[in-house]
Nanobody, 126 residues
Framework: QVQLVESGGGLVQAGGSLRISCAAS????????MGWFRQAPGKEREFVAA????????VYGDSVKGRFTISRDTAKNTVYLQMNSLKPEDTAVYYC???????????????????WGQGTQVTVSS
């Protein structure tokens, strides 16, 4: 099992920045990739970004490209999401996830992730 705990969410004004973190514990060596998804009220869960744990290769959703950056610290078993130029439409609960299946590139599909954190709320005011 892998346990994921998100932190760092909060309220920020439009145009501002925020960094959220996800600490992984347990059988983390099972992890191939880590991903961030988000879900706003009344909307489906949306892919944000993912990173290969070993290579550091990244993939981003179209709505956040150029504004968000995913990174990881393998020594701390932690993945980060740096969010810049935030918009009100970025408001959502952000979920960290872990995929234990090797893939050519990290997946953008939530169904392919095996473990999930409890989520952290990010609210962007206009």
């Amino acid at each position: 099992q892998v346990q994921l705990v998100e932190s760092g969410g909060g309220l920020v004004q439009a145009g501002g920045s925020l960094r959220i973190s996800c600490a992984a514990s347990g059988r983390t060596f099972w992890t191939y990739a880590m991903g961030w998804f988000r879900q706003a009220p009344g909307k489906e869960r949306e892919f944000v970004a993912a990173i290969s744990w070993s290579s550091g290769a990244t993939v981003y959703g179209d709505s956040v490209k150029g504004r968000f950056t995913i990174s990881r610290d393998t020594a701390k078993n932690t993945v980060y999401l740096q969010m810049n130029s935030l918009k009100p439409e970025d408001t959502a609960v952000y979920y960290c996830s872990a995929d234990r299946t090797w893939r050519t590139i990290a997946s953008m599909e939530s169904d392919e992730y095996d473990y999930w954190g409890q989520g952290t709320q990010v609210t962007v005011s206009s």
